[in-house]
């Protein structure tokens, strides 16, 4: 494996991490706010941007 390769390797890994971080994160926040919230952005794929959008200072605060 060639020097280029192991670098985008592990960006990639590195992106997968921050976005499995950051979507438990907003999981975490959906979850505070009530439980419809939560399964809602668990289940459904755009509720996670409806609820980003509606409760932006929330979905920050984590």
Do not use: D, N
């Not at 941007?49 to 979905?59: D, E, G, H, M, S």
């Amino acid at each position: 494996m060639s020097v280029m390769e192991s670098l985008t390797l592990a960006l990639v890994l590195i992106g997968w991490l921050v976005m499995f971080v950051g979507g438990i994160r907003l999981l975490v926040a959906a979850f505070r706010v009530s439980v419809g919230w939560g399964l809602a952005v668990l289940f459904i794929s755009f509720a996670a941007f409806v609820f980003i959008f509606k409760y932006k200072p929330r979905a920050r605060a984590l």
